[in-house]
């Protein structure tokens, strides 16, 4: 059974225990451990059940690598599935659950899978369930789904309690991993004067080389680690950052840091995780090695553990997996945790060891320490059902049809070999080769991944570059080349020595035995997430998949969360050898980033809540939130859509500004409005190319409403121009489409028209912009006082500055509701005294404030387009009968080629009239006219539809909008418009323009 | 109209481990054209044209650079008005445009050691490359920021005026104690 051992342990703090519980099971750790140390601690070697056949399954490894224990984590609002417990640092109050198992998980019901394991075999799902057709979506799939999966998905109406955000960073040279090669990179780096940043991913600095035994300069390699670390901290160019995993290397030294801020210290009152985004210069990674699993029968029986994560467990934590080990490997360095196991007391029964005379160093240490090792053996499988209980032995060259010895043990240590991990090093393009000596892939030097210059931009040192002995040369070397990319002439001092056992050569195990017979194969785990097996891949092979890429989906070997960081290896050899091919021939599935699965909070950020999106705000908002505004979006600002009194509802409001508008006088906030200054002694010309009409003929002191086109003829925004002076001009546009216009005019002048001498400057913001509109909008200004507005001074279609009321203003006289209308512009600061000095003069008046939607209104009683409405992309002006804003005397402008096109002249095109509903009754939205018969499409033909569509309080009924077939040449005709349910609604086509056909109201 | 001016959110202020306060109203007038002719019209108020990337200082004023062919002027709100008429005159008949942009933007004062730390979790700008007399065009969030060193401990931030809101939130959120990065402090 797993323990804890009395003494030693090097992270962990006995002064400190620390509860959790798992599956609602009081437990208790220590300060330091992780999840798994401590459920290991506790002999809870089941931690949770395989993906498809529901198989036991306990803790494999030690680190990031972890395939098994993964734990549903917390509650609530924060409840996370899939947490690696071997890379949780455990805290007090832990609350953990073990997944995929039902009812629970010592007695799971779903573990009749794994009786008939014959049944998911690879590709069963593609094979099985084809027929009927109907039954996947309603029957198989909704069955799989409750048998697969790992964790539950957090409760959708749960809103993460936690914050997240993200930062920016810059270095010289980034180093990602802190083991003895990461820190000795970073520190030749520094030394040689480079702005450095280091990452580890783990809360420890140092890596494996304190539990390896590595020795450096002749003492512990403790002692190096932690002046290094001191001296690191120490240095003003350096920055160094604990639970902090390089997750991905994209274009151009563009690398994602994932920090686990708080993890360990819940309820603190900083953020959860922090992604860093760093663009590097050059980057080095000492991201370690992976070492693999055997691929022998039930390797994958709690108690199976990676031979390096039993001695990870020992030194680190002081747990020990089992009190009897046998220890089977391919290598030397397995013989390392015989050792740790020995010397904390434990019991070794045997190492078993695939290679025949094993003579080497470790070898012989574990010999003269009374260790028993069986060469030229394997295991052929494990004793046990939800605990390791024995091992059989076998011959390794054999069919492992009978076993030569039974061995009792309540662990089994594993390693089948060493690989780099060069994930990140694969991110942004860096090849790999095969290792023919040590028999993994490694990053080939001649082929890294390179930046925006072209060259190189990531080394690799250490065991990532495959080097299991001596790395700190190495190490010294990659930083102060790095360094040297920015200086030259750098220099550094020389690394101090590290020593460790020298290691005979391994010797490739992909199966064990390696001829083993279909019995054996199909319970040997490659990929123990995802529940892939030896004969599962060669199935596979046999079917027909020879593509490495091909085989990865057909099987699922390497797709579940750990991206195979086990089982890739493994399952490349075994299809290797099941296509007769060498590894290399085979290659490797695609490294994608991350490394391993960040957090989505981590991915948003602090884009949540208030902030998730900005909220563009005008000078007025405040009153309009403070006097019942109904929010309506309009691009990023808010706008009002009514102003509700107290148990009004909207329409009753609606109709209530409406009607105001044209009795009285109405407010409304169009400070939203885009207002855009061109000026330049080309800006006549440019004006001209902007709009479908002519602007340079326009005097200073007057307005003009223009259209502008897209290239394609298409109407893409309407307004009013104001011309300030000779050379200068103020366009106004529509409040959502201010940006793309500005965009749109910088595009034209830069890329095209760079050599007309014309600025363009988005005052948008400059002004807050007040409508006064109703047959009392004179005598409300007047109340203010400062300049005259009568019709002789400032006609229709005019516009003036001066003092009003005190406030700086500029008065447009226009109008976009038909009534006697002026647009007050001042500056903003001054726009929420402007619209109090408004409402305070208009009082008397009957003036109110009014919102959008009655600004729609007003607007469609008169026939006058809308940008969105009438238009959506694929409308002319010739279509909303502005043909007489289109300028027939101007040899250009933006879309006149474009509304020459045959499509754009056809006489068929949809024109825009009114419409009128016999009954009186209001159009549905988007409402369309149906004709008899289908088109190519099988749909309902049809002949025209509402574009917009209202309930005029003025006249009483519901007026409408819209494009039909030829509609201005079949006025007084009926059409049929589909409505809810079925129902036809007949309605008349009528001139759109509906209140005050000769503009007299707005002219007066 | 002095008394009934509004900046975008007069007070605002909030502690966290940097202080976060919008700064009131700043005047500040929009030039552009050939900065060598700019250079002539702004002669008087004592200020050298700056390099890229820079902004000069005198007295109250500060001339930013914004692009090769746009410069931002900033001075007392109250001399804004007055100063745009002027310059207008100086370079009448010029291709030059000047543009009175005061109320259109927000400004923001960040104090204490950590206001870069607080920066580099919305921008993406090396602030240890930025030194005092330098300017960065950028973005705080999802929105268009212009940020410079304005003293010892204090950085300067504008940005337009109706996002005033979600800047301050933004900032606000980054300086909460206890999310410090210690990046650059």
Redesign the interface.
């Known amino acids: 059974m797993s323990h804890r051992l009395s003494s030693g342990g090097r992270l962990i703090d006995r002064g400190t225990p620390l509860r959790f519980s798992f599956n609602g099971k009081q437990m208790s750790g220590y300060k330091g451990d992780t999840l798994a140390a401590s459920l290991l601690a506790a002999d809870q070697m089941l931690v949770g059940r395989s993906f498809k056949y529901h198989r036991p399954r306990g803790v494999v490894a030690s680190g990031a690598e972890e395939p098994n224990a993964l734990v549903g984590l917390g509650s609530g609002n924060r409840f996370e599935p899939n947490q690696r417990a071997t890379s949780t640092e455990l805290f007090e109050g832990l609350r953990a659950r073990s997944q995929n198992h039902w009812p629970n998980l010592d007695l799971d019901l779903l573990a009749v899978n794994n009786l008939v394991p014959q049944f998911l075999t690879a590709g069963f799902y593609y094979k099985t369930f084809l027929w009927p057709r109907a039954f996947w979506k309603h029957v198989y799939e909704p069955i799989i789904r409750r048998s697969a999966g790992l964790g539950e998905a957090p409760d959708a109406k749960s809103c993460d309690a936690d914050?997240y955000?993200?930062?920016?960073?810059?270095a010289d040279v980034l180093v990602i991993g802190g083991g003895i090669a990461g820190l000795q990179a970073a520190l030749a780096a520094a030394e040689a004067g480079a702005?450095v940043a280091l990452w580890e991913q783990t809360a420890h600095w140092g890596g494996r080389a304190p539990v390896d035994g590595v020795e450096i300069d002749g003492k512990p390699a403790e002692d190096w680690i932690k002046t290094t670390v001191e001296r690191l901290e120490k240095m003003e160019n350096v920055?160094i950052r604990l639970r902090c995993m390089g997750a991905g290397i994209h274009d151009h030294g563009y690398t994602l840091g994932y920090e686990r801020?708080s993890d360990h210290i819940p309820g603190?009152?900083?953020?959860r995780h922090?992604l860093w985004?760093m663009?590097a210069g050059q980057i080095i990674t000492a991201t370690g090695a992976i070492e693999r699993p055997l691929s022998f029968a039930g390797n994958d029986l709690p108690g199976v553990m990676l031979a390096s994560a039993i001695r990870d467990y020992l030194v680190n934590y002081a747990v020990a997996p089992g009190r009897d080990a046998v220890i089977v490997t391919n290598n030397d360095d397995a013989y390392r945790t015989a050792i740790a196991m020995r010397r904390a007391g434990l019991g070794v029964v045997a190492v078993i060891d695939a290679r025949a005379d094993v003579t080497g160093a470790l070898p012989q240490a574990a010999r003269s320490a009374g260790i028993r090792i069986i060469e030229s053996s394997g295991i052929r499988k494990v004793k046990g059902s939800k605990r390791v209980k024995g091992v059989e032995i076998c011959a390794i060259d054999s069919r492992g049809v009978a076993f030569t010895e039974q061995l009792s043990c309540d662990a089994v240590g594993m390693s089948g070999g060493w690989s780099p991990a060069v994930h990140l090093w694969s991110h942004c393009g860096g090849k790999l080769i095969w290792d023919e000596a040590g028999h993994f892939f490694r990053p080939d030097p001649d082929r890294p991944p390179t930046g925006a210059d072209g060259r190189p931009n990531l080394r690799v040192c250490g065991a990532a570059n495959g080097r299991l002995g001596a790395v700190l040369a190495e190490a010294n070397a990659a930083g102060l080349e790095s360094a040297q990319a920015f200086t030259p002439t750098a220099e550094t001092g020389p690394a101090a020595t590290d020593t460790t056992h020298d290691e005979a050569p391994m010797e490739p195990v992909w199966i064990m035995p390696r001829q083993a017979e279909y019995e054996l194969r199909a319970k040997m785990w490659l990929d123990f997430q995802n529940d892939v097996k030896v004969s599962d891949v060669q199935l596979a092979a046999r079917e027909g998949f020879q593509s490495v890429e091909h085989t990865k989906r057909y099987t699922t070997l390497g797709m579940a969360t750990d991206q195979g960081k086990l089982s890739n290896i493994n399952g490349l050899a075994v299809l290797s050898d099941a296509l007769g091919q060498p590894i290399p021939a085979t290659g490797t599935t695609t490294f994608r980033p991350p490394y391993t699965p960040i957090s989505m909070g981590a991915i948003a950020g602090?884009?949540v809540g208030?902030?998730f999106?900005?909220?563009?705000?005008?000078?007025m908002h405040d009153w309009h939130a403070a006097n019942g505004a109904d929010w309506e979006p309009v691009g990023q600002?808010r706008r009002p859509y009514t102003y509700r009194r107290a148990g009004e509802s909207r329409t009753k409001a609606v109709n209530r500004e409406v009607r105001n508008v044209r009795e009285a006088v109405g407010l409304l906030d169009a400070s939203t409005l885009g207002k855009i200054?061109v000026?330049?002694?080309d800006a006549p010309r440019f004006m001209d190319m902007l709009y479908t009409n002519m602007m340079s003929s326009l005097k200073p002191g007057k307005c003009r409403y223009g259209l502008m086109c897209n290239e394609n003829g298409f109407l893409m925004d309407d307004g009013v121009v104001a011309r300030l002076d000779e050379n200068?001009f103020l366009v106004h546009t529509t409040s959502g489409g201010a940006d793309h216009i500005h965009g749109w005019m910088e595009d034209w002048l830069q890329c095209e028209w760079w050599d007309w001498?014309v600025?363009t400057?988005n005052?948008?913001?400059?002004?807050a912009q007040v409508a006064v509109a109703g047959p009392q909008a004179r005598r409300l200004l007047e109340g203010l006082g400062g300049t005259d507005l009568s019709r002789d001074a400032l006609p229709f279609m005019g516009w003036t500055e001066g003092k009003l009321g005190?406030?700086?203003a500029r008065v447009f006289r226009i109008s976009f509701s038909g009534e006697l209308s002026f647009e007050i512009a001042v500056?903003?600061?001054?726009?929420?005294?402007l619209w109090d000095a408004l409402l305070q003069a208009g009082e008397s008046l009957g003036v109110m404030p009014y919102g959008t939607e009655a600004l729609h209104i007003l607007r469609a009683e008169k026939g006058f387009i809308m940008i969105g409405d009438e238009t959506d992309g694929t409308v002319i002006p010739q279509d909303l009968g502005l043909n007489w804003a289109i300028s027939k005397k101007k040899t250009d402008f933006l879309g006149k080629r474009g509304m020459e096109r045959v499509a754009m002249q056809d006489p068929e095109r949809w024109k825009l009239v009114g419409l009128e509903t016999l009954d009186g009754s209001v159009l549905p939205h988007g409402g369309l006219a149906v004709l008899s018969g289908r088109n190519a499409n099988k749909q309902a033909r049809t002949e025209g539809r509402v574009t917009s569509t209202y309930y005029s309080a003025n006249l009483g009924r519901g007026i409408a909008m819209g494009l039909v077939a030829r509609g201005t040449e079949r006025m007084g005709e009926v059409l049929r418009f589909a409505g809810p349910k079925d129902k036809v609604i007949k309605v008349r086509i009528v001139d759109p323009v509906l209140i005050d056909k000769d503009g007299e109201r707005q002219n007066v | 109209m002095s008394d009934q001016l509004l900046s975008a959110l007069p007070g605002a202020a909030s502690e966290g481990f940097v202080t976060v306060a919008e700064a009131g109203l700043r005047g500040m007038i929009t030039l552009r054209g050939d900065l060598g002719r700019l250079t002539f019209a702004l002669a008087p108020l004592g200020l050298d044209i700056p390099a890229q990337r820079a902004i000069t200082q005198a007295d109250e004023r500060s001339l930013a650079w914004m692009s090769p062919d746009e410069l931002l002027l900033m001075l007392p709100y109250s001399e804004a008005a007055e100063a745009t008429r002027t310059l207008q005159e100086e370079l009448r008949g010029e291709f030059a445009t000047v543009a009175n942009v005061s109320d259109a933007r927000a400004v923001f004062a960040l104090r204490g050691k950590g206001a870069p730390d607080v920066l580099a979790k919305l921008c993406p700008v090396d602030f240890a490359a930025l030194k005092p007399g330098e300017i960065r065009r950028t973005r705080a969030g999802q929105v268009a920021a212009a940020i410079w060193v304005a003293g010892e401990d204090e950085m300067r931030l504008v940005c337009f005026r109706s996002v005033a809101q979600y800047m301050f939130d933004l900032l606000t959120t980054a300086a909460l104690p206890g999310s410090e990065p210690c990046l650059y402090s």
Do not use: N
């Open positions: 914050r955000e993200q930062i920016y960073a810059f702005r920055e801020v603190s009152h900083g953020p922090r985004r663009r602090g884009a208030d902030v999106q900005p909220l563009r705000r005008t000078p600002w200054l000026s330049g002694p200068s001498q600025h400057v005052l948008t913001e400059q002004y005190g406030f700086d500056p903003a600061g001054q726009g929420r005294a």
